[in-house]
């Protein structure tokens, strides 16, 4: 099988299933922005050292592809795979996460900079497209039906790229970067 099919030369790609749809339609920049957030995650995988958040990051990147699945999944036409359903067990383990990295970080009393050392500033990096791909999600789910747990795991992982960052921060530096005068 050949990698190009020539049918994105006229601005159509197929679906999970074979269905065509426009390069422009909200599913695309929903999922499109989804592959852009695991490419991301994968640059910030190179800079982690913890054990533990690389394999919950890893893991995240395997959901990603999940949730890319089901947005790229014509739902009406074809029906989705199990695997590819994100489930509030998928949403507890990112809390799980949140809530460890989290208990080892001093109380945040002001606004946080991005930044600090690179694996911090790539997590930061990480959260704005999660939080831009929850944003496409959102709109195109103001055209087609998204599931629940889909959303809130596109959320909450944007609340563990801001832990991560924080933690990280704090390993690298000892501490956070606010932002001076609040």
Not at 122 to 139: D, G, Q, Y
Not at 153 to 168: G, M, T, W
Request: proline share 2%; charged share 25%.
């Amino acid at each position: 099988m050949s990698l190009y099919t020539r049918l994105g030369d006229k601005g159509k790609t197929s679906l999970v299933g074979g269905v065509q749809e426009s390069k422009t339609h909200q599913r695309l920049e929903a999922y499109g922005a989804i592959d852009e957030l695991n490419s991301f995650i994968g640059l910030l995988r190179t800079e982690i050292v913890d054990t533990r958040k690389n394999e919950l990051i890893q893991w995240v990147q395997h959901k990603l592809f999940s949730v890319g699945s089901c947005l790229a999944t014509d739902t009406e036409q074809t029906k989705l795979k199990p695997e590819c359903l994100i489930t509030a067990e998928n949403i507890l383990r990112l809390e799980e996460g949140i809530d460890l990295f989290d208990s080892e970080l001093p109380e945040m009393r002001t606004f946080i900079l991005p930044g600090g050392c690179r694996s911090a500033a790539l997590a930061h990096v990480c959260r704005t497209v999660c939080r831009r791909a929850e944003r496409e999600i959102f709109r195109l789910n103001e055209i087609i039906p998204i599931h629940d747990c889909l959303l809130v795991f596109v959320n909450r992982l944007s609340d563990l790229l801001f832990v991560i960052a924080r933690h990280e921060c704090i390993i690298c530096n000892n501490g956070d970067e606010t932002k001076y005068g609040l």
